[in-house]
Each structure stands twice: as structure tokens, then as C-alpha cells.
């Protein structure tokens, strides 16, 4: 009171000008806290360039980051393949990157990813234990493939070496998986589906498609050759020479007898051909499934009785990051593993490293439809509103236990790649 | 045919350039390196490389040529996938060669010889450039709704009765990938074309007509020799561009039909530049060489 009374009045009470002059500058910090003076506020900025498949770059995530933390993210969209290949021959040209583990073994050699202190993150120890461990409900999960539990440490910040066991560093920060399955149209086939051999099943021939990323197209190929009895691999995800021959070879029978409709590289490719009903059975991912099912399509992501191939993606830091742009970076991992964003990545379809936080975020029907399996106790909403599925349905593949406990592989790079893509090409050419 | 030129000039250009002649193409010259001769350059450097997972490894070596024709010499396996590559993207240019030529060939006829005002000549003429206004890409995707098991021309032929089940070759085809390649590139051939039929002499289709030729023989005889120049230069655009698409094919084959382009693309996307490279120096030479037996039968330089 008597302050502000002096402050009011300089005039009268010479010696207080100082005190004026002090709370004006108090005002003029105040403004420039809360943003008023623009020009002064953008030196302040942090802008990150997040390098990624556009499938996980959703504007929403970003909006709601910025609104909670004033660091801008400015999102990089390019394909599967092409994320690993700028972050081998462009580590710059990024200040985050969400890729998926099977890249790992050609990004951490080159050094061009910086290890993540766990120490830093404050959800590290909640991390589920698919990914440190392998392991899920206390059960362990089929390893077959680029396993994250294979290449999730590093032995140290600035490594090019997976460790065996688990240290400090983290070579990616786990965001988002799933297990993948076949996607069909069950109102085109109008018959139950329940096997990978069913994607070669000649019933539908000129109606089925085929992954074109051939590091996981062949895992699917691969699944499909278990499931018809032509042979049994010790790893799907590292097959030798005459595996690999094997797999494309019935790949190869199969497209010169016109199974294929067409093959897909890209997330709208795949909705697009199931949507139009070029194709009524393809291998799918789980938000393409559901951006179907938002179109009023009928389209399952239907669960087979071989298993499900698994993908995980998570955040890394280039080497060349540093200062406030790190700091940054980890203050958006932090906050991608505080619940938000888990719980709307739950609601797509997808599920969040830390479930935990997720859980608390999201409403107890919501929880129980995409987590436990259970029917919907009222219709069950995505993120934008649309409604993916009505009270009483229950989720394909059920809980999150029977989900990803049925995994059969991962997603892989060989140590044959190279052979194996040249045999890829061979059934592109076919 | 005019005697106006000066005789001097060709003998005063070819002895003994001027600094000034030197200077004037510098430019060009400097741009033509930088972009074209040094890239080039390098890739054909780096075709010899080897390379791993995750590297370049600077050396000398054949592996990459070699691998690209592994099983190429055994007949008994039928084609390897390099040379039936190169089969199907040959079959691709040749088939789009021969149908933009014939609809190049008319368009660009009817434009300059039955389109008598000049006003009306580049009205027509523009509007054969309106496609263009829009990107590739678009003009292709449009398409893909209109050719599909559900889409327009099969319920419409549906609709009609003339067909019971959808015509599934449409779509995702050889028929669809040709009929893009034709929207999209017969304008690089009526272009040239057109060109070269508008310098033509109108007194000699008078001449022929006057000493008793027919239609067909005044084509054939007078106005397909003429237009030889526009000819070449718009095969020589459809089919370097038709090589090298993989775009295309992609969208409307359906990713299911090889091209030498998408090989490369495969390759670089798996950081195996140097066979990428290695790929893209052969695609080179089959090009210059079609390039080169295009134009032994007209010298381009002359006509022009």
C-alpha cells in the first residue's frame, strides 16, 4: 500500500523516483514473461525439427506441447526408409528423430545417435518392461528379430556398441508399438480369417496386398510361410541366404499367379486400397485400420493364430545436439512420457511406452475397451471425435496382455539386408 | 534455301575463337560442370566403391556391375532381374513412343495445317498446355478413382449392362501405367512437332497438290520428311523421361511392375549408393545410346 502510494506520487516524495523506476522494470520483466514483447520473445524460442514417418507426427501432439511448454516443433516427414537414411547421411539435419528400433543397427554404428541419460528422464524406471526386459505380465514375448530388449542400451553416451545389459544410456526412448497383423475387409470376405496363410489363399486372388518396405514386408512373407507349412525358421528376422530365396520364391509363385492387387509403401496407400475394396486382405497397421473404420468402412485388424509381428518406435538424439536445443529435447521426451500424450497415442490404437501415466489420463471406460479387452461401456471415441467403435464392441486382438504377449517377431534388419533386398527387387520385377 | 546468309560467317567462326567467343560461354560452361559433369562424375567414382550396412567404403571394385548382372548368363533361369527390368522399361517407352507420336503427330497436323488463323492457333495451342497447370503427381492420382474395381468407368459400364463383374485389368496394369505415360508426355511431342511443321513452306504442299499428289502422299512424301526434326526431338524427350520414370509406373502399376528408376530408388533408400551408382551410370549409357542412334537419323544441329 504505501509503496504503491509512493510510487503513485514521485513528485511529492523526491527520494522514491528510485523505487518507480525499480517497479517499472518489475512491470517491463513481467511483460516480457508472459510474452507481450514478440521481437524479444522469439530470441527465446526453441524450435525443434523432428525427423520421422508422418503416421507419428501428429499436429495435435505438437499444438498441445507447445501450448504447455512454449518450445516449438516443427515436424520432418519422410518415410521408413528414408528416416534411417538421413539420419546415416544428414545427422543435422534434425534435432529429434522417432525411429524404429530394427534401424538401429545401421544408425548406432555410423555414432550419429547420442546416448539418452536415463538419469535425465524422469519416467525412465516406468518404462515397460516389453522393452528392457522383454517381457510381458511376467511372461516373455517372442524375441525373433530386432527385439528392443536387444538394442535399447548403449554402452555409454557416446557409444556405437549395444550393450548386453542394462546401463544409463538409452539409445531410443520407447514412444509408441503395436503387433501387427493382417487387416481384412470382413464384409467382403464374409468368412472368419484366422491365419497368415490366408494372405496367399487364392480365394483372393487379385485382392490381396504386400508390405513394400521389404525389411518388414518379408517378415510378413516369412509369417505367411510358417503358417502354410513350407518351412519353420529358427529366426524370422535374421534368415540365411536360402531362407531369404525360400521366402521369395513363394512370394514370387504367388504374384505371377495374380494374388496380388498391389503393393503398398505408405500409410495412405494401404487405407486408400482397403477403403476403395481394391483389396480385402493385406498386412496393415493399426491406425491405417482405424482411419478406415473412420470412413464407415467396415475393416478389422484381425488377430491370427500364428501371432502378431511387433514394431517399436521411440525418440533419439542426434550427437550434434547440445545446449538449449537438448534441454529442449528432453523436456519433450518428458513430457511425451507424462501421460498426454500416451493417452492419446491409447486412443488411436497404438500404446505408450510408460502406461502408467497414460492410465491416468484417460477415463476409466476408455482404459478398460483399449487396455483390458473389455466391451465398451459407451462408444469409444478417437482423439478428433469420430466414433471408432460403439458401446459393447470389444477391441480386435483383445487386452494389451493377449495383444502383445502374442508377439511372434520383430521388426528386423538381416545380416544378409543386402542380399535381401536385392532378392526383393527380384519379386518387385517378378 | 535462302542465299542471304553472309558465305563469310562459318569460316570466320570456326578458325581461331575469339577470347570474346571463350568468355560468352563461360557461363554455361561453369553451370554445365558444377551441376552436370562433376555429379556425374562423382557417381560413376562411386559406382566402383564398396559398401556396408551403414557406409561408403572409398576402394575399386567390380562387385557392383557384378552383382547387377549376377545370373544374367544363365539362360536355363530365364531372364535375370536386371535385363527383365530393362525389358519392361523398354516395352513401357517404346509402347508410349509409338502412341504419343501418332497422337502428337495429329495434334500438332491438325494445329498447323487445318487451324488457318494464327489467333486460333494459340488458343488451341495453349489450351493443350492447360494439363500442365497442375503437378504430375495429381494429374496421375486422378486416375486411380476414375480406372478402380469400384470406380467410375466400371460402374458405369456396369450400369449399362455391358459388363457383369468389374474389368480388374484397368487399374494397376500395364493398360493404366501406358494411358498415364500418354496423358502425361504426349505434349513433348506435339510441342516439337508443331514447331517444325510451322516451318514448313506452304508452297511446297502446293507444289506436291499441284503435280497431282495425294493426301496421303503429300503426308508421307512432303510433310513427315519436314517434320523429322520435331519428330526426333519429341521421341528423344518421351523416351529419356520414360526410362528414367518410376513415379509413374509406381502409382499405376500398382508398385508391382519393376522399373530400372525404382530399383535405384530401393537401393538408395538402403543406403547401397554405390549400387545405385553402379545402376545408374548403365541406365546412362542405354539412354546416350538410344539418344545417339536417334540422332544419327537427323542432325539436329543442322535442322535447327
Not at chain 1, 111 to 130: C, F, V
Not at chain 2, 82 to 97: A, C, E, G, I
Not at chain 2, 121 to 150: A, E, H, K
Amino acid at each position: 500500500m504505501s509503496d504503491a502510494s509512493r510510487a503513485d506520487s514521485p513528485v511529492v516524495v523526491p527520494e522514491a523516483t528510485g523505487v518507480a523506476r525499480r517497479s517499472l522494470l518489475k512491470g517491463t520483466a513481467g511483460i516480457l514473461a508472459a510474452g507481450m514483447f514478440p521481437a524479444v520473445h522469439s530470441q527465446e524460442k526453441i524450435v525443434l525439427r523432428y525427423l520421422g514417418t508422418a503416421v507419428n507426427q501428429d499436429k495435435a501432439i505438437a499444438e498441445k506441447f507447445k501450448a504447455d511448454t512454449g518450445i516449438e516443433i516443427q515436424y520432418v516427414a519422410v518415410t521408413t526408409d528414408d528416416v534411417t537414411k538421413r539420419a546415416v547421411t544428414a545427422p543435422n539435419s534434425f534435432d529429434l528423430i522417432d525411429t524404429e528400433y530394427f534401424s538401429l543397427k545401421k544408425i548406432v554404428p555410423t555414432g550419429n545417435l547420442k546416448g539418452i541419460d536415463t538419469k535425465r528422464i524422469k519416467n525412465a524406471d516406468k518404462i515397460t518392461t516389453l522393452f528392457t526386459t522383454g517381457m510381458v505380465a511376467g511372461k516373455a514375448v517372442g524375441d525373433q528379430g530386432t527385439a528392443p530388449k536387444k538394442v535399447i542400451y548403449l554402452e555409454g553416451e557416446k557409444s556405437k556398441k549395444f550393450a548386453t545389459a542394462p546401463t544409463q544410456f538409452m539409445s531410443l526412448i520407447p514412444t509408441v508399438y503395436n503387433a501387427d497383423t493382417l487387416g481384412i475387409r470382413p464384409d467382403l470376405i464374409k468368412r472368419p480369417i484366422n491365419s497368415w496363410a490366408e494372405l496367399l489363399n487364392a480365394e483372393f486372388k487379385g485382392k490381396a496386398a504386400i508390405l513394400n518396405i521389404p525389411s518388414i514386408g518379408i517378415m510378413d512373407a516369412a509369417m505367411v510361410v510358417e503358417a502354410m507349412g513350407i518351412y519353420k525358421y529358427p529366426d524370422k528376422g535374421n534368415m540365411t541366404k536360402k531362407e531369404i530365396d525360400l521366402t521369395i520364391k513363394t512370394l514370387i509363385e504367388a504374384k505371377k499367379q495374380g494374388q496380388f492387387r498391389a503393393l503398398w509403401k505408405d500409410f495412405n496407400e494401404s487405407v486408400n486400397l482397403m477403403a476403395s475394396g481394391e483389396v480385402v486382405i493385406q498386412s496393415m497397421w493399426s491406425p491405417a485400420v482405424t482411419a478406415v473404420r473412420t470412413k464407415g468402412i467396415a475393416c478389422n485388424f484381425q488377430p491370427l493364430k500364428e501371432g502378431y509381428r511387433a514394431w517399436a518406435a521411440g525418440f533419439g538424439l542426434p550427437t550434434t545436439l547440445s545446449g538449449r536445443k537438448l534441454d529442449g529435447a528432453y523436456e519433450f521426451i518428458n513430457w511425451f512420457l507424462d501421460g498426454w500424450a500416451g493417452a492419446y497415442l491409447n486412443r488411436q490404437g497404438y500404446y505408450s511406452a510408460v502406461l502408467e501415466t497414460a492410465k491416468s489420463k484417460m477415463e476409466a471406460y476408455e482404459w478398460a475397451y483399449w487396455m483390458e479387452g473389455k466391451p465398451a461401456t459407451q462408444d469409444i471415441k478417437s482423439p478428433n471425435g469420430d466414433v471408432l467403435a460403439k458401446a459393447g464392441a470389444v477391441r480386435d486382438g483383445g487386452s494389451y496382455e493377449s495383444r502383445m504377449g502374442g508377439i511372434a517377431c520383430w521388426n528386423a534388419i538381416m545380416d544378409e539386408n543386402n542380399y535381401m533386398v536385392q532378392k526383393w527387387n527380384e519379386f518387385v520385377a517378378a | 534455301m535462302s542465299t542471304t546468309s553472309t558465305p563469310s560467317l562459318p569460316a570466320a567462326a570456326v578458325p581461331g575463337r575469339s577470347i570474346a567467343a571463350w568468355w560468352q560461354a563461360a557461363p554455361f560452361t561453369l553451370v554445365f560442370a558444377l551441376f552436370f559433369i562433376i555429379p556425374l562424375a562423382l557417381i560413376v567414382m562411386v559406382s566402383f566403391w564398396d559398401f556396408n550396412e551403414y557406409e561408403l567404403l572409398p576402394g575399386f571394385t567390380f562387385k557392383n556391375y557384378v552383382s547387377i548382372f549376377a545370373g544374367c548368363g544363365d539362360a536355363s533361369e530365364g531372364l535375370c532381374v536386371t535385363l527383365k527390368t530393362y525389358y519392361s522399361t523398354l516395352k513401357f517407352s517404346v509402347l508410349v513412343w509409338l502412341i504419343t507420336l501418332v497422337i502428337g503427330f495429329t495434334v500438332a497436323y491438325f494445329l498447323a495445317f487445318h487451324v488457318r488463323s494464327s489467333g486460333m492457333q494459340t488458343l488451341l495451342f495453349v489450351l493443350c498446355t492447360i494439363p500442365f497447370w497442375t503437378s504430375n503427381v495429381i494429374r496421375m492420382i486422378s486416375w486411380v478413382p476414375l480406372l478402380g474395381r469400384n470406380g467410375l468407368v466400371n460402374q458405369t459400364l456396369m450400369g449399362m449392362n455391358l459388363v457383369e463383374t468389374p474389368i480388374e485389368w484397368l487399374l494397376f496394369s500395364d493398360f493404366s501405367v501406358v494411358l498415364a505415360f500418354v496423358h502425361l508426355y504426349t505434349m513433348f511431342m506435339i510441342v516439337p512437332i508443331f514447331n517444325s511443321m510451322m516451318r514448313i513452306d506452304r508452297s511446297l504442299i502446293e507444289a506436291a497438290s499441284d503435280s497431282g499428289a495425294s493426301g496421303w502422299q503429300t503426308l508421307w512424301n512432303v510433310i513427315v520428311p519436314l517434320s523429322r526434326t520435331g519428330i526426333i526431338i519429341g521421341s528423344i524427350f518421351v523416351l529419356t523421361i520414360v526410362m528414367g520414370d518410376f513415379v509413374t509406373i509406381g502409382v499405376m502399376g500398382g508398385q508391382q511392375i519393376a522399373s530400372v528408376g525404382k530399383i535405384i530408388q530401393v537401393q538408395t533408400s538402403y543406403l547401397q549408393f554405390p549400387l545405385a551408382a553402379a545402376n545408374a551410370v548403365i541406365l546412362l549409357a542405354v539412354v546416350l545410346m538410344i539418344i545417339w542412334g536417334l540422332t544419327r537419323l537427323v542432325d539436329i544441329r543442322k535442322e535447327l
